[in-house]
C-alpha cells in the first residue's frame, strides 16, 4: 500500500460547483499534514495545513479524520483560477518528520 | 526574501553527458529536499539534508547520482554520466522545522532536464 493515495482524477466541474477530494495515508504515528497547490509546470506550494479540528481557509476547508486515515479539500464556489493539482502531503511520524507527497489531484473547473 | 533559487531552468544534454544542477536555499532554513518529478511517478524524494548533512539519500535512483550540500546556501545534484530516463523536473526545496514536527516545505521554480 502506498504510504500516501489519491484520486487522481481529473475532476471536471462547472465555475461555482462544490468539490471534494480524499486523500488517505497509510503510517497512524503521522503528524502533520497539508494540502499543496501545483499549477501546470510550475513549482508546488503551500495551500493550507490541516488541523485535527478542521480549519477553513476563506473557499477552502480541510479536515483530518485520525480513526479512518484521510483528509479532505472541499472547494466552494469553484474559480477557473483553481484549475490545478491538488497535492496532499503527510509528515512521517516515528521520529520523522520528512513530507511525503501524494501523487496529487487533478481538478478543471471550466465555464 | 528570494525564496529558493535553482539553476538552470532548462537543461537539454546528450546521453553520457554530466548533469549539475544547483539551488540556494533559503537563509536560515535547515532542510533541503531534491525531488523528482515525473508524469509517469509523480514527485520523488531523492534525498534530504539536515544542517548541510546528509540524512537519507535512499530515494537517489543508482551511483549515477550525487548529491551535496557544502555550506548552508548552496546544493548541488549531478547526474553523470546522464541518460534519457533520468529526463524530469528536478524541485529543490528547503524548510525550518516547526512546532510538533510541522515541515512546511518551499520549492524553488525547478530544473527541467531533457536528457537526448
Known amino acids: 500500500r502506498k504510504e500516501v493515495e489519491q484520486d487522481p482524477g481529473p475532476f471536471n466541474v462547472p465555475e461555482g460547483a462544490t468539490v471534494a477530494f480524499n486523500c488517505t495515508y497509510s503510517n497512524s504515528a503521522s503528524q502533520s499534514f497539508f494540502w499543496y497547490r501545483q499549477d501546470c509546470r510550475k513549482e508546488p506550494k503551500l495551500l493550507m495545513s490541516v488541523y485535527s479540528s478542521g480549519n477553513e481557509d476563506g473557499r477552502f476547508t480541510a479536515q483530518l479524520n485520525r480513526a479512518s486515515q484521510y483528509i479532505s479539500l472541499l472547494i466552494r464556489d469553484s474559480k477557473l483560477s483553481d484549475s490545478a493539482t491538488y497535492l496532499c502531503v503527510v509528515n512521517g511520524g516515528g521520529g520523522s518528520y520528512i513530507p511525503t507527497f501524494g501523487r496529487g489531484t487533478s481538478l478543471i473547473v471550466h465555464p | 526574501d528570494a525564496g529558493v533559487i535553482q539553476s538552470p531552468r532548462h537543461e537539454v544534454t546528450e546521453m553520457g553527458q554530466e548533469v549539475t544542477l544547483r539551488c540556494k536555499p533559503i537563509?536560515?532554513?535547515?532542510?533541503l529536499f531534491w525531488y523528482r518529478q515525473t508524469m509517469m511517478r509523480g514527485l520523488e524524494l531523492l534525498i534530504y539534508?539536515?544542517?548541510?548533512?546528509?540524512?537519507?539519500d535512499s530515494g537517489m535512483p543508482e551511483d549515477r547520482f550525487s548529491a551535496k550540500m557544502p555550506n548552508a546556501s548552496f546544493s548541488t545534484l549531478k547526474i553523470q554520466p546522464s541518460e534519457p530516463r533520468d529526463s524530469a523536473v528536478y524541485f529543490c526545496?528547503?524548510?525550518?522545522?516547526?512546532?510538533?514536527?510541522?515541515?512546511?516545505?518551499?520549492f524553488g521554480a525547478g530544473s527541467r532536464l531533457t536528457v537526448l
Open positions: 539534508f539536515n544542517n548541510n548533512v546528509p540524512i537519507d
Open positions: 526545496a528547503s524548510s525550518l522545522m516547526g512546532a510538533q514536527g510541522a515541515n512546511v516545505l518551499t
Open positions: 537563509s536560515g532554513h535547515d532542510y
